[in-house]
């Protein structure tokens, strides 16, 4: 167990749909990270957050956003959801940031869009 | 579940022998390398690191091998056990940012 919790577990929705994963990195961890895990992309680095923070952006879409709260859980809100979205996202958090700081890995919230 | 995809390379070896799993990186300025390891179900999870002014790294049962010339990574295991049945990730960046840039991953079957 890394720490890092995850929910939901298993998403299912439609296309079009918007769906919020949430995330709750390891106590005392600052910086938090998404990933997306598909089939055919590999995993692939989509966004970070420091203390509330944007820190560093990957290939996200625009129909993505995330945010770090005060309490430093994150969100990863996914909108118009098309079919190639299904995939594994996991979120990731680290004690600080700018360094050779481990991350750590949730379990991950694998979403189906139909 | 399934957690990555089911055309990965595929490296079989025996139970108590010696894995190699290579790794070609992309950026010949990335300064910092990591090994992860995924289980079926799970999210990935740290092996080992080394920075690109090491050529060799070793931990527990596993040696991280840098050649920059060539932009190769190589994980060793030794004396493979089934429970190190899983998708292995190399993974890079360049410092100070955190942001990683993963390989296509190496699936490692152990049989006895």
């Known amino acids: 167990d890394s720490g890092v919790t995850q929910t939901p577990k298993h998403l299912i929705t439609a296309t079009g749909q918007r769906v919020t994963l949430r995330c709750s990195p390891r106590?005392?961890?600052?910086?938090v990270y998404w990933y997306q895990q598909s089939l055919d992309q590999g995993l692939q680095f989509l966004i970070q957050y420091y203390n509330g923070e944007e820190r560093a952006k990957g290939n996200i879409l625009e129909r993505f956003s995330a945010q770090q709260f005060p309490d430093l859980h994150s969100e990863l809100n996914l909108s118009s959801l098309e079919l190639g979205d299904s995939a594994l996202y996991f979120c990731a958090s680290s004690v600080a940031s700018g360094g050779t700081y481990e991350q750590y890995f949730g379990p991950g919230t694998r979403l189906t869009v139909t | 579940g399934e957690s990555v995809g089911l055309h990965l390379p595929t490296l079989s070896v025996q139970e108590g022998d010696n894995s190699i799993i290579n790794c070609a990186y992309s950026?010949?300025?990335?300064?910092?390398f990591i090994w992860y390891k995924q289980e079926s179900g799970k999210g990935p999870q740290f092996i080992i690191d080394?920075?690109?002014?090491?050529d060799k790294r070793q931990g527990q049962r596993v040696t991280v091998l840098l050649n920059k010339t060539v932009k190769h990574l190589s994980l060793q295991i030794a004396a493979t056990q089934p429970g190190d049945s899983a998708v292995y990730f190399c993974?890079?960046?360049?410092?100070?940012?955190?942001?990683?840039?993963f390989g296509t991953g190496t699936r490692l079957q152990v049989f006895p």
């Open positions: 993974a890079e960046t360049l410092l100070p940012t955190d942001k990683l840039i």
């Open positions: 080394i920075r690109s002014n090491m």
């Open positions: 106590s005392g961890d600052l910086s």
């Open positions: 950026n010949s300025a990335s300064d910092y």
